[in-house]
């Protein structure tokens, strides 16, 4: 793994990341908002990347991020997975898409399978604080959402290896 280095603005947005965050889920209880985003599942042989981003619970996550206006998901996959951890995917496989409601907030979550032929990633450490590669079938404890998103790959996997 090589480590990205933070700009000096970067340092200090990271500093000040838990600071913000409860105010980030006061403003989510006042507005409830709707948003939707991307996430991938990264393999390569056996393996499954998971990180774990800089904000939020700093539980293991699937890479992925929120849809950009006129933006399509399948593209915010790939440029998401390009931005945090400096891997270009050539196409990703949609799996399919799920509703899921936690810290005040209603998101549409579409998952979308990727392969990589190198474990070697590029993480941004604005974004992630650390990145695993996990047998498929030794997975770590996952937040309600990953484990979800998880279990859509492995659906996928069982029906694909048929």
Do not use: C
Request: hydrophobic content about 35%; aromatic content about 14%; cysteine-free.
């Amino acid at each position: 793994m090589h480590k990205r280095k933070l700009t000096f603005w970067q340092k200090g947005i990271h500093f000040f990341n838990p600071v913000m965050y409860p105010f980030v889920h006061l403003y989510w209880f006042l507005t409830r908002p709707r948003s939707a985003g991307a996430k991938v599942v990264i393999t390569h042989e056996d393996h499954v990347l998971v990180v774990e981003h800089t904000y939020g619970s700093g539980s293991n996550m699937f890479p992925g991020g929120v849809i950009e206006r006129g933006e399509e998901p399948d593209r915010t996959a790939l440029r998401e997975v390009e931005e945090e951890l400096g891997i270009v995917l050539e196409e990703v496989i949609p799996l399919g898409s799920f509703e899921f409601e936690g810290h005040y907030k209603q998101d549409t979550i579409h998952v979308f399978h990727g392969r990589v032929q190198s474990r070697e990633v590029y993480p941004d450490p604005f974004e992630i604080r650390n990145v695993f590669w996990f047998p498929v079938h030794s997975m770590p404890q996952l937040s309600r959402a990953s484990k979800t998103i998880f279990d859509m790959y492995q659906d996928y996997a069982q029906r694909t290896q048929s």
